[in-house]
Every structure is written in structure tokens, then in C-alpha cells.
Nanobody, 116 residues
Framework: QVQLVESGGGLVQPGGSLRLSCTFS????????MGWYRQAPGKERESVAK???????DYADSIKGRFTISRDNAKNSVYLQMNDLKPEDTAVYYC??????????WGQGTQVTVSS
């Protein structure tokens, strides 16, 4: 059974940086497309960044140029480097694992709060 565990969230001032990590277990990490989503209070969950098993990346327009997604297949991990954080980036960030048409897997989420 796939399990995803996020870490790295916290409180940061505007303009600051955080690096989120997600550790994958329970299956073959290399065949999964991975992603980061976020959900702010009162809003729907939205896609932030994705990285395929072939290491192709895709980003939401709102974070392009500020966030970078990467994966380390040797460590079964995916990362989200977040720079120049803004108050509107405040949300719970979720790790996602997707393989073909199978149901996606989700982590428990990690809170990111951007505030002075």
C-alpha cells in the first residue's frame, strides 16, 4: 500500500523560502507521477506542481519562477522548493502519487503559513 509522508512546512515571512519533502513507500516509486497540491481555507484543492516518472515538470501559473519540483528516485522522495513566498501561498500542501488510471494516493498534508 502506497504511503506518502510530507514534511518541511512551517511559518515563514513574506519573501522567505521553504523546502517541502515527501517520502514515498509501499510500491515502485519510479513508475509514479508525483505532484504537490495545496488547499487554502475556504478554497478548493489546486495543483501546484507535477513531475512525471520521466521527469517532465508542470507548474501552476501562480507559482512559476518561484517554486521548483524535483524528485530523487534513489531516496523515493519528491521535493518542492518554494522561494519568494507570498501570503497567498498559505495553505495545506499535499503530496500526490499517480500511476496511470489508478486512483491517486495522498499524503496527510503539511501546513505552510506565510505571514509577517
Amino acid at each position: 500500500q502506497v504511503q506518502l509522508v510530507e514534511s518541511g512546512g512551517g511559518l515563514v515571512q513574506p519573501g522567505g523560502s521553504l523546502r517541502l519533502s515527501c517520502t514515498f513507500s509501499g510500491s515502485s516509486f519510479v513508475v509514479y507521477d508525483m505532484g504537490w497540491y495545496r488547499q487554502a481555507p475556504g478554497k478548493e484543492r489546486e495543483s501546484v506542481a507535477k513531475i512525471t516518472s520521466g521527469v517532465l515538470t508542470d507548474y501552476a501559473d501562480s507559482i512559476k519562477g518561484r517554486f521548483t519540483i524535483s524528485r530523487d528516485n534513489a531516496k523515493n522522495s519528491v521535493y518542492l522548493q518554494m522561494n519568494d513566498l507570498k501570503p497567498e501561498d498559505t495553505a495545506v500542501y499535499y503530496c500526490n502519487a499517480q500511476r496511470g488510471l489508478y486512483a491517486p494516493h495522498w499524503g496527510q498534508g503539511t501546513q505552510v503559513t506565510v505571514s509577517s
